[in-house]
């Protein structure tokens, strides 16, 4: 019987995919990448955060986002690496990415420019290499994530959220997530069919989600 994989190399392996296909030159050459070590169980995140604001509006049709990430580990390690993926309406929109050398901190900021409403997710894989004595090689990874919903009113100008708090707010993203819903279930469903994969023998969970899974496994999503 083969040991089902563990959701941190799932998701590892996850965000490395996404981030070769966001890293492609016009050369066609990949010029970073993300390796797997055994976890260090003496090193962890003092601190993880990916976070999304409402900046400002740019004019009547455009707005500007601020997209931070920033992760401590303690302590110094061989290489440090962030990458963050960007999804609007269930869309990869950007990237962000940054590694160090003997470091601990990274810290990444982005202006994102915005247009009509919109449902944005960012989350992020917090990477680490440590090395030790004897070519002995370890990491430590965590994940981050947060939301933001962005409303274009005529009657009114744009307003963000993350969590509805007013009976309006509650109403649009009722709304927003179900158009969203349904343009997404119709794309699977011609991806399934096109390439011809049985959906009652998969679990299909948007990248987005899968910090959910930091502190759960798979089966219980």
Same mark, same amino acid.
């Given at each position: 019987?083969?040991?089902?994989?563990?959701?941190?190399?799932?998701?590892?392996?996850?965000?490395?995919?996404?981030?070769?296909?966001?890293?492609?030159?016009?050369?066609?050459?990949?010029?970073?990448?993300? +390796?797997?070590?055994?976890?260090?169980?003496?090193?962890? %995140?003092?601190?993880?955060?990916?976070?999304?604001?409402?900046?400002?509006?740019?004019?009547?049709?455009?707005?500007?986002?601020?997209?931070?990430?920033?992760?401590?580990?303690?302590?110094?390690?061989?290489?440090?690496?962030?990458?963050?993926?960007?999804?609007?309406?269930? %869309?990869?929109?950007?990237?962000?990415?940054?590694?160090?050398?003997?470091?601990?901190? +990274?810290?990444?900021?982005?202006?994102?420019? =915005?247009?009509?409403?919109?449902?944005?997710?960012?989350?992020?894989?917090?990477?680490?290499?440590?090395?030790?004595?004897?070519?002995?090689?370890?990491?430590?990874?965590?994940?981050?994530?947060?939301?933001?919903?962005?409303?274009?009113?005529?009657?009114?100008?744009?307003?963000?959220?993350? +969590?509805?708090?007013?009976?309006?707010?509650?109403?649009?993203?009722?709304?927003?997530?179900?158009?969203?819903?349904?343009?997404?279930?119709?794309?699977? =469903?011609?991806?399934?069919?096109?390439?011809? +994969?049985?959906?009652?023998?998969?679990?299909?969970?948007?990248?987005?989600?899968?910090?959910?899974?930091?502190?759960?496994?798979?089966?219980? =999503?």
């Amino acid at each position: 019987m083969f040991k089902k994989p563990s959701i941190l190399l799932i998701i590892l392996s996850a965000f490395t995919v996404g981030f070769f296909l966001s890293l492609i030159p016009k050369h066609d050459q990949l010029n970073e990448t993300l +390796i797997f070590f055994p976890l260090d169980p003496d090193a962890f %995140y003092t601190e993880a955060k990916t976070s999304l604001d409402f900046l400002t509006s740019k004019d009547a049709d455009e707005y500007i986002l601020k997209w931070n990430v920033k992760s401590l580990l303690n302590q110094t390690s061989y290489l440090r690496q962030d990458v963050s993926l960007l999804f609007e309406d269930g %869309y990869l929109k950007d990237t962000l990415s940054l590694w160090k050398e003997d470091a601990d901190l +990274i810290q990444l900021e982005k202006g994102v420019f =915005g247009e009509d409403s919109g449902h944005y997710e960012a989350i992020t894989l917090h990477h680490a290499e440590i090395h030790y004595p004897n070519d002995v090689l370890k990491s430590a990874q965590m994940m981050s994530f947060d939301q933001l919903y962005v409303f274009d009113s005529p009657l009114s100008s744009f307003h963000a959220f993350k +969590i509805p708090e007013t009976t309006e707010e509650e109403e649009g993203k009722r709304i927003l997530d179900y158009i969203l819903q349904q343009q997404m279930t119709f794309l699977k =469903g011609d991806l399934l069919e096109h390439f011809s +994969i049985p959906s009652a023998s998969y679990e299909s969970i948007p990248l987005s989600r899968f910090a959910r899974f930091q502190n759960e496994s798979l089966a219980n =999503g």
